[in-house]
C-alpha cells in the first residue's frame, strides 16, 4: 500500500491499518488501492 506520509501499515492480523494521526486526507491511497477497498469519506 502506498502512503507519502507512511499512515498505512499491516497489523498484526494481516490486514492494513491507517493511522489517522499521520493521514492527511490527500487519496492517493484510494487511487492507488488495486482492488479499490479504500475510498475516502468527509466528515
Given at each position: ?42 466528515t
Amino acid at each position: 500500500f502506498f502512503c507519502p506520509e507512511g499512515a498505512i501499515s499491516i497489523g498484526e492480523d494481516g490486514y492494513p491499518e491507517v493511522d489517522e494521526n499521520y493521514c492527511k486526507g490527500c487519496g492517493i491511497c484510494a487511487e492507488e488501492c488495486p482492488v479499490k477497498c479504500i475510498s475516502m469519506v468527509m466528515t
